[in-house]
């Protein structure tokens, strides 16, 4: 089993940041995609950024020269720095890690964490 945890969000005003936190523990193997959905009140969950394949970092358009994602692999760790944060940006923010094994494809989710953007 696979354990995420995250943290570092909360409540901010327009313009200020966050930076959020997950931790991947447990039975880790061949990952090949680790990063940040978010869920907005009424809306479903989307992509704001993750790795994929050979490191490669993706960033949702609505996002882009605003949130950075990195990671630190000798901890298991991703790292979703949050700049000019905007009200559309407000809902829970959940890690996802995928990874494969015996060519069958693994999802694990983290329990989510709140952020609040005040106009």
């Known amino acids: 089993q696979v354990q995420l945890v995250e943290s570092g969000g909360g409540l901010v005003q327009a313009g200020e940041s966050l930076t959020l936190s997950c931790a991947a523990s447990?039975?880790?193997?061949?990952?090949?995609?680790m990063g940040w959905y978010r869920q907005a009140p009424m809306k479903q969950r989307e992509l704001v950024a993750n790795?994929?394949?050979?490191?490669?970092?993706n960033v949702v358009d609505s996002a882009k020269g605003r949130f950075t994602i990195s990671g630190d692999n000798a901890k298991s760790t991703v790292y979703l720095q949050m700049n000019n944060l905007k009200p559309e940006d407000t809902g829970v923010y959940y890690c996802?890690?995928?990874?494969?094994?015996?060519?069958?494809?693994?999802?694990?989710w983290g329990q989510g964490t709140q952020v609040t953007v005040s106009s």
């Open positions: 996802n890690l995928r990874a494969m094994k015996d060519w069958k494809d693994y999802e694990y």
């Open positions: 447990g039975n880790i193997f061949n990952i090949w995609a």
């Open positions: 790795f994929t394949g050979g490191g490669v970092a």
